[in-house]
């Protein structure tokens, strides 16, 4: 059994921070994270995500240089620290685990991800 449990959502100004967090708990150990958004009316999309093994963060171009992903494996936490928010950056943000046996490396699309959080809302005001 996998859980993910997002937190930390909230409403903020444009320009202000929040900080996501994602506990884990069950098969996670070993597997990749990833994060993504989905905003009204849109498709679901990559943000970041962190390889097991490396454990260095990969973004998308939209919020490079102002998110920051990290990993608490003793914790079994992710987190996101969101800076420089834009009333674009509104949606609901996701965390996901990715798919056993997948290739080594970046996985950027919705369908190598298997399990996802409830997800946790981010609403930017102008």
């Known amino acids: 059994q996998v859980q993910l449990v997002e937190s930390g959502g909230g409403l903020v100004q444009a320009g202000g921070s929040l900080r996501l967090s994602c506990a884990a708990s069950?098969?996670?150990?070993?597997?990749?994270i990833g994060w993504f958004r989905q905003a009204p009316g849109k498709e679901r999309e990559f943000v970041g995500g962190t390889t097991w093994s490396s454990e260095v963060p990969y973004y998308a171009d939209s919020v490079r240089g102002r998110f920051a992903i990290s990993r608490d494996k003793d914790k079994n936490t992710g987190y996101r620290q969101m800076n420089s928010l834009k009333p674009d950056d509104t949606a609901m943000y996701y965390c996901?685990?990715?798919?056993?046996?997948?290739?080594?490396?970046?996985?950027?699309?919705?369908?190598?991800?298997?399990?996802w959080g409830q997800g946790t809302q981010v609403t930017v005001s102008s």
């Open positions: 996901a685990r990715r798919r056993e046996l997948m290739p080594a490396g970046e996985g950027r699309a919705n369908d190598e991800y298997e399990f």
């Open positions: 069950g098969r996670t150990f070993g597997y990749d």
